[in-house]
């Protein structure tokens, strides 16, 4: 659904608005690295969407096709990536994750590159770009509804667990 609005509304590509043109998908996930199985998760997200918007006629007759570049889960290497994605003049852009997207976030705006960043930070609550969307919401804002419900439900204890998987 996202994807069918920000296409529609033309993104950085202005063909797909005028009906039937193709529409490229830039992904830049941790395809490698420490992150890899979230990219993994990203990737594999992104093609059921991208199969499905196909399938059922594409953004205003256009088909999504994928550019994938993989950023190894390093704001640096997100850079180098992202410049090879934006050579193809891409449509819209899903990814970074919460790690990379302090390496190119400030790329978006210039560029008018709509962007759906793949990540929760809360560092991210209150930026300013306007050509960047974090798709799923922060730990504090999860944590925060979560409270808000138990509370509404007149609970008086809870437990809340959170883990941050890591290689050690």
Known sequence: V???GVVACGGNNPTPASGGGPVT????????GREA???????HGAKAAVDDINKNGGVMGGK?????????????????????????NP???????SLEIQGVIKNYDPSHLVDFMAG?????DHQ???????????TRTLTTTI???????????AVMLFHTPSDT
């Open 25 to 32: 998908m830039a992904e830049l996930f941790p395809i490698s």
């Open 91 to 97: 449509t819209f852009e899903v990814g970074p994750s």
């Open 37 to 43: 199985f979230v990219g993994q998760w990203f990737q």
């Open 128 to 138: 300013p770009y306007h050509y960047v969307f974090r798709t799923p919401a922060s």
């Open 64 to 88: 999504i096709t994928e550019l994938l570049q993989d950023t190894g889960g390093d704001p640096v290497d997100a850079v180098t990536a992202q410049r090879k994605l934006l050579t193809s």
């Open 2 to 4: 996202i994807t069918l």
């Open 147 to 157: 409270a808000c419900f138990v509370i509404q439900k007149g609970w008086k204890k």
């Open 120 to 124: 929760g930070t809360s560092q991210l």
